[in-house]
Every structure is written in structure tokens, then in C-alpha cells.
């Protein structure tokens, strides 16, 4: 698509580099989605690729993912043998409706940033933990958990001007056991729910339910819970009205899909390794 009323395309190489925002402005990093349809509002691109920034790193204290990463580079990470939570990266990465094509072009920030429930780098972002480091617009810098960047359906906690830098994932949770589920109403359909579990050491369980909802839900306890308790807990914490609605599902066989799907991952990590 031709993005006809783009009249100038600005490549900082630095933060300081970055200009002011002005209305019409808009981010440019994969443009996958920037790019497939008419942004009449649009009159300015500010390109974030000559910025250069590393797309993976892996420390002592877990894994930074740059926002420009593409979903091809997380993908095909090698990751430690001791992360044996990192199997959701490629099973995450395999949930997108899209092609390989766009594997190579699409970007982890991007798909936070579009705030789709469906978004499949929120799930996995989500439930590993991940922290966002936010550059704000005014120059200053903050931090907020993936769980809470998301507010609802193409919502989130950018003020124009903001721009996401990085998701970085703790070393505890990327050492945790972990189930996946995900269905759709087709065989390659978009995501209609998309549960992700995981148990800590000490036996803490998390269970992330993300595109049957508008935003991630994260629910934590102590210990794995019993089929009645995390029914429940489900129940509680997510109210009917968080469930998502389009043609790919409605919100009452989302909600018994949750519910099907958060048992059926409690039941796989009850069982012992």
C-alpha cells in the first residue's frame, strides 16, 4: 500500500536525534501493518532502523529483546539448555496469522504496540514476565510489566510521542516448566485463545490468558491449584465483559474455551517431569 500522504521520512541514529512529535507523525519499524492499509492522518515517518539496536542480548540477568526485533531473529534465538521455558518462543512465533515473509520483517514491538488480543508476542512477553522500557516523549524513561502495557482491544499505556525500546525477560522465568495451548476457529484462523502456564521452582503456578481477552490477565498462586480453586480464580478475575468479541469467536465460547483450555494445562504440569 502507498502510503500517499507521507510527505517526509526521518532516520534518526540516536536518541537525541529523535525529533519532536507533531501530529501526523508515526513510528516506521517493520510497517507491516503501517503499510497494508490507507494512514490518511499520516504526514511523517520517523524510521527507527538506522538506531542499530541489538535485537537479542542474553545476560546474567535473562534476555533483552529490542523492539525492532523481527519475529524471524526471536525465532531462531539459541537459547541456554537450562531455559526450558524458552520452547514458547517458537510455538509463540508459530501462532501468528502470517506469512514467513513477514516473519522477516515484523518486529516484537510492533506487534505489543498494535495491541491486538490476538498479538502473539504479547502472550509470550506476557508470560514470561517481560518488563518494557518505555522511552517517553518529554525525554525521560519508564518501565511497566507486559501484563500491564496492554489496556484493551488496540489500546495501551503510550501518550503520543512514546516510544517502546525494549521487552526484558527475567532468568527466573525463563527457567520455569511451561504448557501452551492455543485454538482457533480455524486451522490457521487468527487466535481465539492463547493460555499459557508455567511453575516456579517452588512451586508457584501462573497461568496468562491472553486473545480470548481484550488484555492480557495474568493469574498467580502459591501452589498448583486444584480444578475447582483455578475455575474459580478464573472466574473471579476475569469478568464477561473482558472477553473479546469478532468474527473469530464470541465471548461465550471464549470463555468456555478458557476455562477448557486453563485445565487441560493444569493437568500437564501436575504431572512430574
Known amino acids: ?5 507521507i510527505t517526509e521520512i526521518v532516520r534518526p541514529r540516536a536518541r537525541d536525534e529523535l525529533p519532536a512529535w507533531m501530529a501526523g507523525d508515526a513510528w516506521l519499524a517493520g510497517g507491516t501493518w503501517l503499510f497494508s492499509e490507507p494512514q490518511v492522518d ?7 532502523t538506522d538506531l542499530n539496536w541489538p535485537a537479542l542480548a542474553i545476560d546474567d540477568a535473562g534476555l533483552s529483546i529490542a523492539a525492532t526485533c523481527t519475529v524471524a531473529q526471536l525465532d531462531g534465538l539459541q ?5 526450558i521455558a524458552a520452547q514458547l518462543v517458537n510455538r509463540c512465533c ?7 515473509k513477514i516473519w522477516k520483517t515484523a518486529t516484537i514491538g510492533g506487534n505489543l504496540c498494535m495491541s491486538l488480543p490476538a498479538g502473539p508476542m504479547i502472550s509470550l512477553t506476557a508470560a514470561l514476565n517481560g518488563i518494557c522500557t518505555i522511552w517517553q516523549v518529554n525525554g525521560g524513561e519508564r518501565t511497566i510489566p507486559v501484563v500491564d502495557f496492554v489496556t ?7 501518550q503520543p510521542g512514546d516510544l517502546l525500546r525494549q521487552i526484558d525477560i527475567p532468568l527466573a522465568a525463563l527457567k520455569r516448566r511451561s504448557a501452551f495451548r492455543q485454538i482457533s476457529l480455524t486451522p490457521v484462523g487468527r487466535s481465539a485463545g492463547l493460555l499459557i502456564g508455567s511453575l516456579a521452582g517452588d512451586g508457584g503456578f501462573e497461568l496468562t490468558v491472553t486473545a ?3 488484555r492480557p ?15 474459580q480464580a478464573i472466574s473471579q478475575g476475569i469478568p464477561d465483559t473482558l472477553y473479546h468479541t469478532d ?3 464470541k465471548p461465550l465460547w471464549r470463555r468456555h474455551m478458557t476455562l477448557r483450555l486453563a485445565e487441560e494445562i493444569r493437568r500437564e504440569l501436575q504431572v512430574r517431569p
Do not use: K, Y
Open 217 to 231: 490477565v495474568q493469574l498467580a498462586f502459591s501452589a498448583l491449584p486444584a480444578a475447582d480453586e483455578l475455575r
Open 247 to 249: 468474527v473469530h469467536g
Open 42 to 48: 499520516l504526514t511523517r515517518l520517523i524510521d527507527l
Open 1 to 5: 500500500m502507498d502510503l500517499n500522504t
Open 212 to 214: 480470548s481477552t481484550v
Open 79 to 83: 537459547c541456554p539448555p537450562d531455559w
Open 94 to 100: 508459530r501462532a501468528f496469522l502470517a506469512s514467513f
Open 152 to 158: 484493551g482491544n488496540q489500546r495501551n499505556v503510550l
